[in-house]
């Protein structure tokens, strides 16, 4: 009996010197800033956060729309880093504008450039906007090291995303749908008009906390091309590669945890985004009340505890 005793005993310290080595092991990258190289020049990262738990990496959305707006997002790192990366053409990035660089294929691998410069074992992939479109890409063909996708307002059937944009469209006075319909039927996106309009979908459905905060503001003064040459002259009207992106078939092929976040007001609406959590086996959905699309920035408490009570769940 006493031999059993000792047995289990020595079991159980086994066990636990195994699981203090690996926790001791994962790696702890320098908090800061740096660049890395990829294919057409130079990324800019930044690593924030303490803690041994298992880092989010983060990609940002547009495509081109650099990770100023994601500030908020540092107060995940209490117990674990966070890496933000601008994607090459954006932000604090090399400004390389060669078109034969924007697409799909060209983000991925540099997004797996970044993972292998960081020497990234395992993560959570937490991607915005286009970067649930580039994460989910990634994942199905990398999946290697991601432990859960985070997908926060998520755009993964474009014409899905289009046909929301008209149904939020038309909840607008009469005067800005007019506005909207004829100078897209015109191409003429620089008109005034226009761009009022644009300006005031986006302050209904994209960032609704007024006045816009400077990261916001940067973001937006820091695109890159690729927004246009992908996306499209709005966030209502895909005209590049992108207006026949479509990943619902193959989501069921996500099997690690997966978490879905909208806004109540998101250009992603919380129906569409349901859908698309019905689609990934044993997926959670959570909406935060009176946000928009930057669900971050007009509800950063809310929008950042469901992701910790999300990774908390996951490393009970």
């Known amino acids: 009996m006493k031999k059993t005793i000792a047995l289990l005993a020595f079991i159980q310290i086994f066990i636990g010197t195994i699981f203090l080595t690996g926790c001791q092991q994962r790696q702890r990258l320098p908090t800061g800033e740096g660049y890395i190289n990829v294919d057409g020049g130079k990324v800019w990262y930044r690593v924030t956060g303490s803690g041994n738990k298992i880092p989010i990496l983060v990609v940002h959305g547009g495509p081109g729309v650099p990770s100023y707006y994601l500030k908020p997002l540092d107060a995940l790192g209490i117990d674990r880093q966070i890496i933000f990366f601008d994607q090459l053409g954006c932000g604090k990035s090399d400004r390389n504008n060669d078109t034969t660089l924007m697409t799909i294929e060209h983000y991925i691998t540099e997004l797996g450039q970044v993972i292998k410069h960081l020497g990234l074992k395992e993560f959570y992939l937490f991607g915005q906007s286009w970067g649930t479109m580039l994460g989910t890409d990634y994942y ?24 929301d944009a008209d149904t939020l469209i038309s909840t607008l006075p009469d005067s800005v749908q007019i506005a909207i319909r004829i100078n897209e039927r015109n191409k003429t996106y620089n008109a005034p008009a226009y761009q009022q309009a644009t300006q005031l979908y986006y302050q209904n459905f994209v960032a609704r906390k007024l006045p816009w905060s400077v990261d916001i503001d940067s973001s937006f003064l820091q695109m890159g091309e690729s927004y246009q040459y992908m996306w499209g002259p709005s966030e209502f009207n895909a005209t590049g590669e992108l207006k026949t992106y479509d990943r619902t078939k193959r989501l069921h092929e996500i099997k690690v945890p997966t978490l879905f976040i909208a806004g109540e007001f998101d250009e992603a609406r919380p129906s569409t985004v349901k859908y698309y959590q019905s689609l990934v086996s044993g997926a959670k959905f959570e909406m935060i009340e009176g946000a928009g699309h930057l669900t971050m920035q007009d509800k950063p408490e809310q929008s950042n505890k469901v992701v910790i009570d999300f990774l908390n769940n996951l490393e009970k």
Do not use: F, R, V, Y
């Open 140 to 163: 199905l063909k990398h999946p290697e090291g991601i432990k859960a996708l985070i997908l926060s307002s998520p755009c993964l059937n474009t014409q899905m995303w289009l046909k």
